[in-house]
Each structure stands twice: as structure tokens, then as C-alpha cells.
């Protein structure tokens, strides 16, 4: 059996990972290669290539949308250089 990793990190069962598209932490159930299969916290389950479905990236280990802008954010820039000065410390 081979071992599934995401993002470098091994995916193993009981893992939890944030579905994008739902936008809901879902529990990882198996890995089989490539496959993951996930539970939903309804009781859907569902299995990704990788950490993919359709074609389309949905699964990382945390939300990965740090900041999602406005319309015309005239302060883009600068909270997005806040951000990296805390990320440095």
C-alpha cells in the first residue's frame, strides 16, 4: 500500500482537511494511492483524486484564502504587506 501525501505532508486516516468548494473541515476516511476518500460532517462521503474532484483542486490542510479583496480595495497592497510583516514576526 502506498502512502498519500498532500502538500509534502503524509494524509492519513482520521486527518482533517478543509473542503474549498463546501468550505467545511471533512475527516479523511482511507487512502489508497492516490484516492481520498473524505466524510462530510452530514455523513456524505466522497472520494478526490489526490486533492482533487473533477479536475478541480478542493482539498488543502487549512483554508487558503488568507484575504479575498473587495471591489476596487484601494488598500490591497497594504494589507497584504501588514500580513507578510506579521507572517515574518
Known sequence: MSTTFLDGDELRTGDNLYD???EQVVR????????????????????FDGP???GVRR????????LIPGKN??????KIRQMVEVMRG
Open 20 to 22: 474549498l468548494f463546501s
Open 28 to 47: 479523511v476516511m482511507q487512502t489508497n494511492g492516490d484516492d481520498v476518500t473524505v466524510q462530510y460532517p452530514c455523513g456524505t462521503i466522497l472520494t
Open 52 to 54: 482533487s474532484f473533477n
Open 59 to 66: 482539498l488543502y490542510w487549512y483554508d487558503p484564502r488568507m
Open 73 to 78: 480595495d484601494a488598500y490591497l497592497i497594504m
